[in-house]
């Protein structure tokens, strides 16, 4: 069975850190790749997703995401993160089932 | 455009008491609809999913169920609650051809 591994359980960086946050999957086949963000008190929505193609893809609020396919994962990054990050983000996959990653909470310092 | 509604959004309910969730999609016509529950650092488990009326298949053995009564209408339920079962929940469609998932606003629910 597909799963997806999030390495960070909390990440706390100040405003204008450069974030990464890794995603790693366990899957065999072809796969598409999301990654969702859950701002404080809102609905979990989509940051940007990965089909097929550039496999450097961009997202909402600038963040980005690399598909790195012979390391079976895809990092999500932002140069410059702002207080307006502070959020949870959720990797997840689909190769048939969807499946998230356990989630990492981001805090942003002002 | 497409919308999710659940209700309600939060629920106190007392162990062994029933449980009815609801989750109605608007905008769309026959999607595959999905309930998760989210536990705080365990990301979103999926509970149940549905391809169309009267098709739900449990991803998770569990004291809950799920019915479909309408194309847009997915409702989760129990019939007594356990403590266990505290949590949130998120309803969530499917669209298009890259299964990109949409959710609902959630219902945290809690059972003392």
């Known amino acids: 069975a597909q799963s997806v591994s999030q390495h960070n359980h909390h990440v706390i960086l100040s405003e204008a850190a450069s974030l990464e946050l890794g995603c790693n999957y366990s899957?065999?086949?072809?796969?598409?790749l999301f990654w969702y963000v859950q701002y404080p008190g809102q609905h979990l929505q989509l940051l940007l997703k990965?089909?097929?193609?550039?496999?450097l893809v961009k997202g909402i609020k600038g963040f980005e995401a690399e598909f790195i396919k012979s390391k079976f994962s895809f990092n999500l990054r932002k140069p410059s993160v702002q207080w307006s990050d502070t959020a949870e983000y959720f990797c997840?996959?689909?190769?048939?089932?969807?499946?998230f990653g356990a989630g990492t909470r981001l805090t942003v310092k002002p | 455009s497409q919308t999710i509604h659940q209700w309600p959004a939060t629920l106190v309910q007392p162990v062994g008491s029933p449980l009815s969730l609801e989750c109605t999609v608007e905008?769309?016509?026959?999607?595959?609809l999905y309930w998760y529950r989210q536990a705080a650092g365990r990301g979103l488990q999926l509970l149940f999913y549905?391809?169309?009326?009267?098709?739900i298949s449990s991803e998770v053995p569990q004291n809950l169920s799920a019915s479909r009564p309408q194309d847009r209408q997915f409702i989760l339920s129990s019939k007594k609650l356990l403590l266990s079962d505290s949590g949130f929940y998120l309803c969530?469609?499917?669209?298009?051809?890259?299964?990109?998932?949409?959710f609902g606003p959630g219902t945290r629910l809690t059972v003392l």
């Open positions: 969530a469609w499917e669209a298009g051809a890259y299964n990109e998932q949409f």
């Open positions: 899957y065999g086949g072809t796969v598409n």
């Open positions: 997840a996959v689909n190769g048939g089932d969807m499946r």
């Open positions: 549905s391809v169309g009326i009267g098709q």
């Open positions: 990965y089909f097929s193609g550039d496999p």
């Open positions: 905008g769309t016509s026959n999607p595959n």
